[in-house]
């Protein structure tokens, strides 16, 4: 700016929907990189991928980019407003949540549609940059917009109703109020003393550098998308009008606002010729009414399918970036930049607002040093004399007051280099440049740039510790490392140890570590905690040792979660981006797991139980077309085949599957056709979980997409017990980005004796690989392994017959024999006929529940099953009728924990040539 006060402050109305909101991204985050999407800090990288990147695309803010552009500035504000109810929208100008914050602040990255992803941004950050590097007064930019609302309804302005019918769009009224109370602030502000400086943004004291006055000098206009989606496109035809009346609406909502005022309409993401034509006429209209105040310009080579568009180089994994979100200008950090820059030249072409014939940029900070740093900036014409001043204040726009300055070479226009030297580590400066031109009799001073040079020897610093998830068995936990390389160890046990040393921690109750050597400054490190025991409350702490000193993180803590009958403990990514969907598989005993990567491409692994698993089943379509098979099985045949209703069925090889090797660094038994894919929705199954005290299920499945998720539920046979339901298992909370694979883990424990686990996987356009099985056999609950025990013979088996007494140890057991000792055959049936001729068994048993999980069973057949199989039933609780054969059943007067049983099978059905069989037998 010129070396001389500043009086007017400029003020913008920016208006719209969810393309004026801001979709851009400022920094790389998990969210980007499963999206594919360029952010302002890939653009900034200076990564060779990013350079030819910025080199192909054709926008025109691209020769001004610099460092500078993630900082806050000195000379431009920003608010957001959500115009559908006037409330203030959050702004997030850093990665730190901590400096998210409501209302006025300096324009700086952050006032993007929301925060929910971290920092974002739209068209005012371009804008406002092009236009504080050019003009001489201060700018505030007021923004009010809402998503997917339009013209003709959300926006409707009076004049429309009053020509046309409707009623008022909350979205205007909204805007108008909003603007006029924000006016009303500023004039409250000049009548207290003269200037605009009431603080309103703890880093900016005084607010609009003293401006004496303000002025409304233009609005901004970016919608259209929801005009050509809605209503069948109906609201195309009015929005020529409409775009007239808002204009004019707006012009005279206020006494303050011109009635001249200038409006910038830029093409929206809906690029439709209609809607182009629509903007073209309202513009001439508006122009014709007052001359040359209002502009219309087209954003054709921001989206995929216009010429010149979108394919401009590749992401730093070498593939090009995402094609979707093109309603949003693909999201592409870039876009939002120039759509800002064509609005910024708008208003400085169609002199909106006055600038300098004669102008430096605002400083670029580059690479600091402890004792050095680079500064860049340019001139937009010959800079007869041009100083760089700096110091650890900034006395304002003046080259007097500087701790130190130094002349550069007199240059043409174009970018400007110099490097700062002689600083002090652990020192914030503050920089400016000063240019003068001759020939056109004028100096500038730009705008102020801060920045702080660190220690010489920095110390490492750990930041907060942050819980990410917790299970049963332990919990995935995470630290930022910054300042200085070191190496660093998590710590964990049940009760805090403090900044101690790391063998306090590891010797205390449920202590352990996990060391990271080497870690990277500027990283975040991360572990998943497992081996833990289950409802307990665990700290923890990250401790960096490096030659400069050490440092200690503050305490995590989290409290692992109780063991349940059915619950979720685990969902693994591993595979995600185009780029690396493939992973790996093995069921090899002592080997089991898998290996992937998640949607950022980092590596993912883990292990199926203790690496042997009990049993597997992996499906994939058959030769005959919608019909699933097996390609592989384990032998416990405990997980059933899976069936479906779907049609158009097909396979994928993402997954490599080991099955007879170690596997991953062996070639895999199967690569092709490895899972289901296409119209796979849904897919029902059945586990066989009798027997099993614990165990854990592992279904491998992916979606395009889409948010799949499995249904379970845990069953009893007999319906003994009540069924238990996990609902919603798997379920991630939105699409996945194309194809996602994943691993999840499943926990059940059955102590009451259930037999069965039901699973339904529903997505929408889902892919399914198979299902795996660990599980804990039960030993000490089981009633005949005590048994076993209670006598003085040895080698007890169910099947087997320890006291040779002709009788199987099981069915010993089930007939109530008081130990393996005691001769059984005086415990067998006795039978006799009714008087219709069927078979009478009589006999005393274990109640099923002082027996479970043993069953005895009875079976029936006219000929010892030579031409008529045995027909066999559970002997029952309770009196009934099963299968055919009425079970008269009571409790055993001498003993509660046995029944006394008649069983009678009718002759009528049962008998052959006039004769029935029957025998008891035990599972």
Not at 422 to 429: D, I, K
Not at 679 to 695: H, K, V, Y
Not at 696 to 708: L, T
Request: charged letters at 15%; proline letters at 5%; glycine letters at 12%.
């Amino acid at each position: 700016m010129p070396a001389s006060a500043q009086e007017t402050l400029k003020v913008f109305l920016l208006a719209g929907q969810s393309n004026m909101e801001g979709q851009a991204y400022t920094y790389d985050n998990a969210s980007t990189a499963g999206w594919n999407i360029p952010t302002l800090e890939f653009l900034l990288s200076g990564t060779p991928a990013a350079t030819n990147y910025l080199a192909n695309m054709p926008h025109s803010f691209k020769a001004s980019l610099d460092s500078s552009w993630t900082s806050p500035r000195s000379d431009a504000w920003c608010v957001h407003y959500d115009s559908s109810n006037g409330n203030l929208k959050a702004v997030a100008p850093s990665t730190d949540p901590a400096d998210n914050f409501t209302g006025f602040g300096p324009l700086s990255p952050g006032f993007g549609v929301g925060v929910n992803f971290g920092s974002m941004f739209g068209a005012e950050l371009g804008m406002g940059i092009r236009l504080g590097d050019a003009t001489t007064d201060p700018i505030v930019l007021f923004k009010s917009d809402k998503g997917g609302t339009t013209l003709a309804e959300d926006w409707r302005p009076p004049s429309a109703v009053a020509a046309r019918g409707g009623v008022v769009g909350p979205n205007y009224t909204n805007t108008v109020n909003r603007f006029s109370a924000f006016l009303d602030d500023l004039d409250a502000d000049l009548l207290d003393d003269g200037t605009l400086n009431n603080s309103i943004h703890p880093d900016e004291d005084p607010r609009y550098g003293n401006a004496t006055s303000y002025e409304i000098c233009g609005l901004v206009w970016i919608q259209g998308y929801n005009e050509v989606v809605e209503n069948g496109g109906a609201f195309i035809t009015e929005y020529e009008e409409n775009l007239i009346d808002f204009t004019y609406d707006i012009r005279s909502a206020d006494t303050r606002i011109p009635a001249d005022l200038p409006v910038i309409v830029l093409e929206s993401s809906d690029q439709n010729a209609a809607m182009n034509t629509a903007r073209t006429n309202a513009v001439a209209t508006l122009n014709a009414g007052i001359p040359g105040s209002a502009v219309f310009h087209e954003t054709e080579n921001m989206i995929e399918g216009n010429p010149g568009s979108v394919f401009w180089g590749n992401n730093e994994l070498g593939s090009p970036f995402t094609t979707d979100y093109g309603f949003h200008f693909h999201a592409r950090a870039e876009n939002f930049l120039e759509m800002g820059w064509i609005v910024g030249g708008a208003v400085l072409d169609n002199s909106y607002l006055e600038s300098s014939d004669f102008w430096l940029t605002r400083p670029g900070i580059g690479a600091v040093q402890f004792n050095q740093a680079d500064v860049s900036s340019s001139v937009n014409a010959a800079a007869d004399t041009l100083t760089v001043y700096w110091g650890t204040t900034d006395p304002g726009a003046t080259t007097a007051g500087w701790d130190q300055s130094a002349s550069l070479a007199s240059q043409s226009a174009g970018a400007i280099a110099s490097t700062l030297t002689g600083l002090q580590e652990n020192t914030t400066y503050f920089v400016r440049l000063h240019a003068t031109n001759t020939a056109l009799g004028q100096d500038f001073i730009s705008a102020p740039n801060t920045f702080t040079t660190p220690l010489e020897f920095p110390v490492p610093v750990l930041g907060a510790p942050v819980t990410n998830s917790v299970n049963i068995d332990g919990a995935s936990v995470e630290c930022t490392l910054s300042m200085a390389d070191a190496d660093v160890t998590l710590v964990w046990a049940e009760a805090d140890q403090g900044a101690t040393t790391i063998g306090d921690w590891t010797s205390a109750p449920g202590g352990g570590s996990q060391a990271f050597p080497g870690s990277i400054k500027d990283t975040v490190i991360s572990h998943t905690i497992t081996g833990l025991s289950d409802g307990t409350s665990y700290s923890y702490r990250f401790f960096a040792s490096a030659a400069s000193g050490d440092d200690w993180s503050e305490a995590g803590s989290f409290t692992t979660l109780p063991l349940e009958p059915l619950v979720q403990t685990r969902l693994v990514q591993v595979g995600g981006s185009a780029s690396s969907r493939d992973f790996d598989v093995s069921v090899f005993d002592g080997a089991a797991g898998y290996a992937g990567q998640d949607n950022s491409n980092n590596p993912t692994s883990g292990t199926f139980g203790d690496g042997t698993v009990l049993d597997y089943r992996f499906f994939n379509e058959t030769a005959t077309p919608d019909v699933i098979g097996t390609y592989a099985q384990g032998s416990g045949n405990r997980i059933s085949n899976l069936t479906t209703t779907d049609t158009g069925l097909g396979n994928q090889g993402f997954m490599d599957l080991w099955t007879t090797t170690a596997g991953f660094a062996t070639p895999a038994d199967f690569t092709a056709n490895t899972m289901l894919m296409n119209s796979f929705d849904n897919g029902a199954g059945t586990i066989d979980i009798s027997g099993l005290a614990s165990g854990k299920i592992y279904f491998i499945y992916g979606a395009y997409r889409s948010d799949p998720e499995v249904d379970l539920t845990m069953s009893d046979n007999e319906a003994l017990v009540s069924n238990i339901e996990l609902l919603n298992a798997g379920k991630l909370g939105r699409r996945t980005n194309n194809d996602e694979f994943y691993v999840l883990e499943i926990s059940f424990l059955n102590d009451s004796g259930y037999d069965l686990i039901s699973f339904n996987y529903s997505a929408d356009n889902g892919r399914f690989a198979g299902v795996v099985l660990d599980g804990t056999e039960a030993t000490g609950s089981d009633p005949f392994n005590s048994w076993a025990t209670s006598g003085t013979v040895t080698g007890v088996t169910f099947e087997g017959d320890a006291n040779g007494d002709g009788i199987q140890d099981g069915m010993a057991f089930l007939l109530g024999a008081s130990s393996p000792d005691q001769n059984a055959t005086g415990l067998l049936p006795a039978t006799s006929t009714d008087g219709s001729g069927g078979l009478q068994m009589s006999f005393t048993m274990l109640k099923p529940d002082n027996s479970a999980p043993a069953v005895l069973s009875l079976e029936h057949s006219g000929d010892l099953g030579v031409s008529d199989a045995w027909a066999s039933v559970d002997v029952p609780g309770s009196t009934s009728i099963v299968g055919g054969v009425d079970f008269n059943v009571s409790e055993n007067a001498g003993d509660s924990t046995k029944n006394d049983v008649v069983a009678t099978i009718p002759s009528a059905g049962n008998a052959s040539n006039g004769k029935l069989f029957g025998r008891l037998a035990g599972q």
